[in-house]
């Protein structure tokens, strides 16, 4: 569904991604980890098309993401960045169906497609007039997924969508989310920087360092037979912080 190849990118002439060579199934999940700055964000805006690769190429479904189909693919693709990106003038039901309205969808589709949401999300209904200052961390989040499936993408691309969450509301909306994201069926890619959030929502990971992928796999794979020197360091520092070997 998605595949760079041998795709570069640099900013100040100071090289982010290095001839990464990646391909994401259609109906899966796939997790990109590493620690800050090893350009697993950046890849995900190539994916987007927000970046346009230095070297290299990116393609959506088959066709090149190339500047003259970019407006096109991404109303295929859902995007959720850490802490929603809410804009704060909008309820929580204009945040949600902006761009459907933008796009001139009819008002019964909009009225549906959010009710099927807010279901999906166990978002309450009551919220959906309230402005992002109003809701919880969790409850925002919540909107911005809800946003980025609105026009019901193929792709979901998440840069850190827990990243800003309290623990406990964490450790909550990981189990919701891991049993939307069974039920939606969809091909999705999501960044974080937490080896058991890595772990418990896919075997497929993949971990960056310095704008390469050193290593794809499952956690056990790379506990086992880590690819790299830094492989083993990496997991090592997040086992220290109590990470278990299959995810929880």
């Given at each position: 569904m998605?595949?760079?190849?041998?795709?570069?990118?640099?900013?100040n002439?100071?090289?982010?991604?290095?001839?990464?060579?990646?391909?994401?199934?259609r109906?899966?999940?796939?997790?990109?980890?590493g620690?800050?700055?090893?350009?697993?964000?950046?890849?995900?805006?190539?994916?987007?098309?927000?970046l346009?690769?230095?070297?290299?190429?990116?393609?959506?479904?088959?066709?090149?993401?190339?500047?003259?189909r970019?407006r096109?693919i991404?109303?295929?693709?859902?995007?959720?960045i850490?802490?929603?990106?809410?804009?704060?003038h909008l309820?929580?039901a204009?945040n949600?169906?902006?761009?459907?309205?933008?796009?001139?969808?009819?008002q019964?589709?909009?009225?549906?497609?959010?009710?099927?949401?807010?279901?999906?999300?166990?978002?309450?209904?009551?919220a959906?007039?309230r402005?992002?200052?109003?809701?919880?961390?969790?409850?925002?989040?919540?909107?911005?997924?809800?946003r980025?499936?609105?026009?019901?993408?193929?792709?979901?691309?998440?840069?850190?969508?827990?990243?800003?969450?309290d623990?406990?509301?964490?450790?909550?909306?990981?189990?919701?989310?891991?049993?939307?994201?069974?039920?939606?069926g969809?091909?999705?890619?999501?960044?974080?920087?937490d080896?058991?959030?890595?772990?418990?929502?896919?075997?497929?990971?993949?971990?960056?360092?310095?704008g390469?992928?050193?290593?794809?796999?499952s956690?056990?794979?790379?506990?086992?037979?880590?690819a790299?020197?830094?492989?083993g360091?990496?997991i090592?520092?997040?086992?220290?912080?109590?990470?278990?070997?299959?995810?929880?």
């Open positions: 998605l595949r760079c190849h041998n795709l570069t990118k640099r900013f002439d100071q090289p982010v991604l290095l001839d990464i060579g990646l391909e994401v199934p109906g899966s999940l796939t997790v990109l980890i620690p800050s700055g090893c350009g697993k964000s950046t890849l995900l805006r190539h994916f987007l098309g927000l346009q690769p230095d070297a290299g190429s990116v393609t959506f479904d088959g066709q090149p993401l190339t500047v003259d970019i096109a991404r109303h295929r693709i859902g995007y959720v850490q802490d929603g990106g809410l804009f704060p309820t929580a204009g949600i169906t902006l761009l459907a309205k933008r796009l001139r969808k009819p019964q589709w909009i009225n549906d497609r959010l009710a099927s949401l807010r279901e999906l999300t166990h978002f309450p209904e009551d959906l007039t402005y992002p200052y109003e809701l919880s961390g969790g409850q925002r989040q919540r909107v911005a997924l809800m980025a499936l609105l026009l019901d993408p193929d792709v979901l691309l998440l840069d850190e969508p827990l990243g800003a969450l623990p406990l509301v964490r450790s909550s909306l990981q189990d919701e989310l891991r049993d939307m994201f069974r039920e939606l969809k091909t999705i890619v999501l960044v974080t920087h080896l058991a959030e890595a772990a418990f929502f896919s075997e497929d990971i993949v971990l960056m360092r310095d390469r992928i050193l290593q794809r796999g956690l056990h794979e790379m506990i086992t037979s880590p790299d020197p830094f492989v360091e990496f090592r520092a997040q086992r220290a912080h109590q990470v278990p070997e299959g995810g929880r």
